[in-house]
Structure formats: C-alpha cells, structure tokens
C-alpha cells in the first residue's frame, strides 16, 4: 500500500464513528477550518467576554461560557434560558460567524440532518480542572434539530451517556478538531465532560473551547 496516498484519503474523507442511533462523531472535521474558526472564536470572546455562570443551586461553573448567535444560553439563580440578550453587557450577543454555521451545516448533513439552521452557538472554555457534569440539553424549542459540538485545544474525555442520567456513559475522546452530531433518538441523551487534564495545545496553549451550535428558538 502506498501510505502517503492512504493519509492523503484519510485527510480528505474524515472518519465517521457512530456513537449511537442519530449520534455521529467525526474526527477531525473541523481542521480544515480551523485558523478561520479560532479567528473567529477570538472576535466572539473579544465582543461577548466569558464569564462563570452561576447555577440556579448557586454553584459558579467551572467551564468560562460566552455566546454567539441571535440567541444565548445563560445561567443564574433563576434558571436556564435561552436570551437575545446578554445580561452581561445588556446587548445582543455578537452574530454566529460563517465558519461556526457553515461547518455545523456541513456536519449535521453528514449525520442526516438536512438544513440545520442554528440561531445558538454556546463557546465554552475549559481551563484544566475544568468539568461539564452530565445534563441534556433541552432549553430549545424543537427537538427535531440536532446539537452539533465542535472541539478545540486540548482533547477532553466525553461522556455521551443514555436517556437516564443513570444509563452508562460512553468515554469518548475528543481532540482538536473533532465535531459530534447527535439529534434524532439521541437528541436527549446525557453528556458531559470529565475534568480536562493538563496539557499544551499548539495553537490554543492549556485551553479547550467546545462550541456547541444548536436551533434554540
Ligand atoms: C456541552 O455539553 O455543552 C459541551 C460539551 C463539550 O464541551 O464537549
Ligand atoms: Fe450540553
């Protein structure tokens, strides 16, 4: 076999792991994007700075969160929500950049979703330590819409669990570059994020950024 042809076809054609019934993972996906993406994540933090949300329990989240979109996902002690504006800056968050939808697009067709129109994009930064305990995501209207997540930085173990927070949870290691899709009969199951080991990353030196795109309203 001639390798150098195989690695060329490998990096053309990204591997597509399925996690579960409407739930895929593609490695790598988001490379070949990725200096506009951290570009654009950059512009994102420098409009919309990120901040440690408080849980409705009174908790301060390890994961620094920001937004982008028409609409944000926001914590405090009232609950969860999604808002046009942040409460931060009493301002609109700034608009969802055209790497983050086009990619999310292009990824959520892979699995199947045709035309998936996201109006939120959470950015998540993860310093080490930093964790995401295992939720659903379903603050959005329409479930019919898969989540779409893009990792950055440091690789992290994810945890893609069932429909019960007490069903198993898969370990999956995402690394920079990787995007999962899950929607369909996925679209409520648990996950989480285990807290990020120590590390340097290339470009994004001891961060993780996840950026989860998702039809909220
Ligand atoms: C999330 O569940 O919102 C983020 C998941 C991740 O950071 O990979
Ligand atoms: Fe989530």
Known sequence: MNLELFDATE???PAALPLADGALLL???????????????RGVIAAAPLR???TPGGLRMSVATTNCGALGWVSDRRGYRYDAIDPERNLPWPPMP???RALARQAAARAGFDAFAPDACLVNRYLPGAKLSLHQDRDEHDFSAPIV???LGLPAVFLFGGLRRADKAL?????????????GASRLRFHGVLPL???????????RVNLTLRAAG
């Open 11 to 13: 990096a053309a054609e």
């Open 27 to 41: 490695r790598g996906f988001a490379l070949a994007a990725q200096y506009q993406l951290l570009a654009d994540v």
């Open 52 to 54: 440690h949300l408080i």
């Open 98 to 100: 055209a790497s983050f």
């Open 149 to 151: 997540s893009i990792s």
């Open 171 to 183: 370990r999956v290691a995402l690394r920079h570059g990787d995007v999962v899709v899950w929607g």
């Open 197 to 207: 080991a120590d590390g340097q990353h290339g470009l994004l030196g001891g961060e």
